[in-house]
T-cell receptor, first 108, second 113 residues
Framework: QKEVEQNSGPLSVPEGAIASLNCTYS??????FFWYRQYSGKSPELIMF????GDKEDGRFTAQLNKASQYVSLLIRDSQPSDSATYLC????????FGQGTELSVKP | DVKVTQSSRYLVKRTGEKVFLECVQD?????MFWYRQDPGLGLRLIYF???????EKGDIPEGYSVSREKKERFSLILESASTNQTSMYLC????????????FGSGTRLTVV
């Protein structure tokens, strides 16, 4: 059974700081990874995906993948109150397998 | 822009009723999925489909069935609604198996009384 683990949080950071969200997974053969953002009462929306080891940057977001250590992380630079949401990590295992999500709170 | 449309945003049904949740995507995606999301339990896969007329059980299929008569439409059926099926139901689609993320619909908040 493939598993994805995330700290449930809440993770609280001040406005302007870097928020670091982490995810570990059990299946060493997993190839592709996704980060979704979910605002309260809304559906998840895809914000990043990463397939290769290393970093992938998109604006204020950076996804990091380390297949040897089986973790994937999401960094949010210059965090804004509008980034406050639950962030879901998912890996592609035939179908997407989601973690429980980490709640992020950015304080003004 | 990719669109997944769920027919109802909020729904209230009585115990024992047969409930239909409809999902339509306009992106010619092969794969469609039904999840439920509950506090503390995360997203749980109910059923999925990789092709028309095809369906596969997910992690929690009991009490549910699905129908996919056309590629763009994937319906979730609660055969006899119960209060423990009160939840947020999310439909999603993806282009094909492999390196593709999912696009989610806006969700249906179902309350069974």
């Amino acid at each position: 059974q493939k598993e994805v683990e995330q700290n449930s949080g809440p993770l609280s950071v001040p406005e302007g700081a870097i928020a670091s969200l982490n995810c570990t997974y059990s299946d060493r053969g997993s190839q592709s990874f996704f980060w979704y953002r979910q605002y309260s009462g809304k559906s998840p929306e895809l914000i990043m995906f990463i397939y290769s080891n290393g970093d992938k940057e998109d604006g204020r977001f950076t996804a990091q993948l380390n297949k040897a250590s089986q973790y994937v992380s999401l960094l949010i630079r210059d965090s804004q109150p509008s980034d406050s949401a639950t962030y879901l990590c998912a890996l592609q295992g035939g179908k997407l397998i989601f973690g429980q999500g980490t709640e992020l709170s950015v304080k003004p | 822009d990719v669109k997944v449309t769920q027919s109802s945003r909020y729904l209230v049904k009585r115990t024992g009723e047969k409930v239909f949740l409809e999902c339509v995507q306009d992106m010619d995606h092969e794969n469609m999925f039904w999840y439920r999301q509950d506090p503390g339990l995360g997203l749980r896969l109910i059923y999925f489909s990789y092709d028309v007329k095809m369906k596969e059980k997910g992690d929690i299929p009991e009490g549910y069935s699905v129908s996919r008569e056309k590629k763009e439409r994937f319906s979730l059926i609660l055969e006899s609604a119960s209060t423990n099926q009160t939840s947020m139901y999310l439909c999603a689609s993806s282009l094909s198996q492999g390196y593709y993320g999912y696009t989610f619909g806006s969700g249906t908040r179902l309350t069974v009384v």
